[in-house]
Nanobody, 125 residues
């Protein structure tokens, strides 16, 4: 089993930045990827960003590309999502997720078995 804890959300003004942190623990030896997803008010859950653990290949949704950056620290089993130029549309609960499954799409939520509890990000205009 893998446990995932996400943190770092908060209330910020539009244009500001936030840093979200995801820490994986437990049986992380076979970690394949970590992803961030979000669910805004009245919206479906959507993919935000993901990183392949082996080589740090990153994936982004079109809505955050160029504004968000995902990275990972293999030794610390930590993934960080840096969010710049936040917009009110970025307001959502952000969830970190981890997978040990190979040959799955890291942009699809069903690829992930382990999820954090979520952290609220609110961007005011």
């Amino acid at each position: 089993q893998v446990q995932v804890v996400d943190s770092g959300g908060g209330l910020v003004q539009a244009g500001k930045s936030l840093r979200l942190t995801c820490i994986a623990s437990g049986d992380t030896s076979g970690l394949v990827g970590v992803g961030w997803f979000r669910r805004g008010p009245g919206k479906e859950r959507e993919f935000v960003a993901a990183i392949r653990w082996a080589d740090a290949t990153a994936y982004y949704s079109d809505s955050v590309k160029g504004r968000f950056a995902i990275s990972r620290d293999s030794a610390e089993k930590t993934a960080v999502l840096l969010m710049y130029g936040l917009k009110p549309d970025d307001t959502a609960v952000y969830y970190c997720a981890a997978t040990r499954r190979w040959f799955v799409s890291l942009v699809t939520s069903t690829s992930y078995a382990y999820w954090g509890q979520g952290t609220q990000v609110t961007v005011s205009s």
